[in-house]
C-alpha cells in the first residue's frame, strides 16, 4: 500500500509548502526510510544526490510517511511529550527526602523507647 495522503494527487506530499518530507521505499520494505525534497515550482522530488523524481514514480517506488520536522517542531514536540509524560504528584504523597527523615525519627524513637523500657524492666527485677 503506497499511503499517500490525498488519493488524487498520488505522490505528492500533504503540505506541498514544506521542503522536506519523509518516504519510504516499497522495494525494501520501507527499512530504510529517506528524507527526499519537494519542490512545488515544478511538481518533482528531489534527493540528496540531485536527482529528481515525477509524482507519478515516486508514488510507484515509495509510500509516504510525513513531513520532516524542523530542529523548532522537534523541541516543541519533545517539551510536549515530555510535559504529558510526567504526572502530577499526589497530594498525599510525601518527597523521598522527607519521607527518608520520617523514618529516620521513627527508628531513632523505637530505639529509644525500647531502650527506656529495657532499663525500667532490669530495675524491677534487680
Same mark, same amino acid.
Given at each position: 500500500?503506497?499511503?499517500?495522503?490525498?488519493?488524487?494527487?498520488?505522490?505528492?506530499?500533504?503540505?506541498?509548502?514544506?521542503?522536506?518530507?519523509?518516504?519510504?521505499?516499497?522495494?525494501?520494505?520501507?527499512?530504510?526510510?529517506?528524507?527526499?525534497?519537494?519542490?512545488?515550482?515544478?511538481?518533482?522530488?528531489?534527493?540528496?544526490?540531485?536527482?529528481?523524481? !515525477?509524482?507519478?514514480? !515516486?508514488?510507484?517506488?515509495?509510500?509516504?510517511?510525513?513531513?520532516?520536522?524542523?530542529?523548532?517542531?522537534?523541541?516543541?514536540?519533545? !517539551?510536549? !511529550?515530555?510535559?504529558?509524560?510526567?504526572?502530577?504528584?499526589?497530594?498525599?504523597?510525601?518527597?523521598?527526602?522527607?519521607?527518608?527523615?520520617?523514618?529516620?525519627?521513627?527508628?531513632?524513637?523505637?530505639?529509644?523507647?525500647?531502650?527506656?523500657?529495657?532499663?525500667?524492666?532490669?530495675?524491677?527485677?534487680?
Amino acid at each position: 500500500m503506497n499511503a499517500w495522503p490525498d488519493a488524487t494527487r498520488p505522490g505528492e506530499p500533504a503540505d506541498a509548502t514544506r521542503p522536506w518530507h519523509w518516504l519510504a521505499r516499497l522495494d525494501d520494505g520501507g527499512q530504510a526510510p529517506l528524507p527526499l525534497g519537494w519542490n512545488p515550482a515544478v511538481r518533482q522530488w528531489l534527493s540528496w544526490d540531485g536527482s529528481a523524481l !515525477a509524482p507519478a514514480e !515516486a508514488a510507484r517506488r515509495f509510500r509516504y510517511l510525513g513531513p520532516a520536522l524542523t530542529p523548532a517542531e522537534v523541541a516543541a514536540e519533545t !517539551a510536549e !511529550a515530555e510535559a504529558a509524560a510526567l504526572p502530577a504528584q499526589p497530594v498525599d504523597m510525601v518527597p523521598k527526602r522527607d519521607a527518608i527523615r520520617n523514618h529516620l525519627l521513627i527508628f531513632v524513637g523505637s530505639v529509644v523507647a525500647t531502650l527506656f523500657l529495657a532499663e525500667k524492666i532490669v530495675q524491677w527485677r534487680g
